[in-house]
């Protein structure tokens, strides 16, 4: 766990400096790069969904821990559910 935010820091960080090498501003201001990545994760939440629908699977509040508690809480689900 520890590892990803290490790189996505590390990522973040060297995209700064390019910036400032190439002595650009960042291309978004903050409540539009915001937006962006709530769309980064609604993209990336709804292929299971849709999937789930196409397949007339039931989208209830079990499948949803199952499938998200661990991406959201970093816990891994519970043997139970």
Request: overall charge positive.
């Amino acid at each position: 766990m520890v590892k990803a935010y290490a790189v996505s820091l590390a990522a973040g960080v060297l995209a700064g400096i390019i910036y400032a090498i190439l002595d650009v501003n960042a291309p978004a201001p903050p409540i539009v790069a915001l937006a962006g990545l709530a769309g980064m994760q609604i993209g990336e939440h709804i292929i299971p969904l849709m999937t789930r629908l196409i397949k007339r699977q039931p989208v209830n509040l079990r499948w949803f821990r199952h499938e998200y508690h661990h991406k959201i809480g970093d816990n891994p689900p519970s043997s139970g559910d």
